[in-house]
């Protein structure tokens, strides 16, 4: 069983639509990172979190310690929202934060 | 913000020749950088970690011999591909931590794509 697990792993939606992107993991957390991935194979770091809740524009990120799930929102979906998005963990092992265990991704597709 | 500049973003070579890909911090000083790896349609996976002025630390399975890391400046880490063969295609990404804009940074650079024939 992987560790980081993302539902679901591929998401069409409508221009406009609210999405939601979840991920769960398994293993103790000291941060967990939200990541995007465009086709051309950069990566953004979207979020950060190690409790509650954070936004940024049309982006939110909520994550539950206790029952090892996060979640990633966007609000009015656009076309160029479209890309892979990633969770990732930075497992309690006392290494550094930025040590990161991925899931495989969610393919987000927002059609005009 | 705190960017990481990363080339070739592709190459293409020849089985048995080497292949070094840069990655650079352009405005705040990368105390760590990570190298993974990325297969079509498969997670990242962490190659190595690097922290400026000592050994990479590799991921089990990595062979050191084939994949070296320098870390030899706080903007600067490569990773060299040695005797490259058509198994090596992949695509190579790094990241860096460190200080820059007064918080501590993740940054990813672009990726660099191997297609070795």
């Known amino acids: 069983k992987n560790e980081v697990e993302q539902s679901p792993q591929n998401l069409t939606a409508q221009e406009g639509e609210f999405i939601t992107i979840n991920c769960s993991y398994s293993v103790g957390i000291s941060a967990l990172h939200w990541l995007q991935q465009h086709p051309g194979g950069g990566i953004v770091s979207l979020f950060m979190?190690?409790?509650g809740k954070k936004k940024h524009g049309r982006l939110i990120a909520t994550i539950n310690i206790q029952e090892k799930h996060s979640s990633l929102h966007i609000t009015a979906s656009h076309p160029r929202d479209s890309a892979v998005y990633i969770c990732a963990v930075s497992p309690n092992s006392g290494g550094s934060n930025y040590k990161l265990t991925f899931g495989k991704g969610t393919l987000l597709t927002v059609n005009p | 913000g705190a960017v990481v500049s990363q080339h070739p973003s592709w190459v293409i070579c020849k089985s048995g020749t080497s292949v070094k890909i840069e990655c650079r911090s352009l405005d705040f000083q990368a105390t760590t950088m990570f190298w993974y790896r990325q297969f079509p349609k498969q997670s990242l996976m962490l190659m190595a970690t690097?922290?400026?002025?000592?050994?990479?630390t590799y991921e089990q399975g990595v062979e050191k011999d084939k994949f070296l890391i320098n870390h030899a400046s706080l903007t600067l880490s490569t990773l060299t591909v040695t005797s490259a063969h058509p198994e090596d295609s992949s695509f190579y990404i790094c990241s860096a931590s460190g200080w820059g804009s007064g918080a501590n940074v993740l940054t990813f650079g672009a990726g660099s794509r191997l297609t070795v024939l």
């Open positions: 690097s922290n400026e002025g000592s050994k990479a």
């Open positions: 979190l190690s409790s």
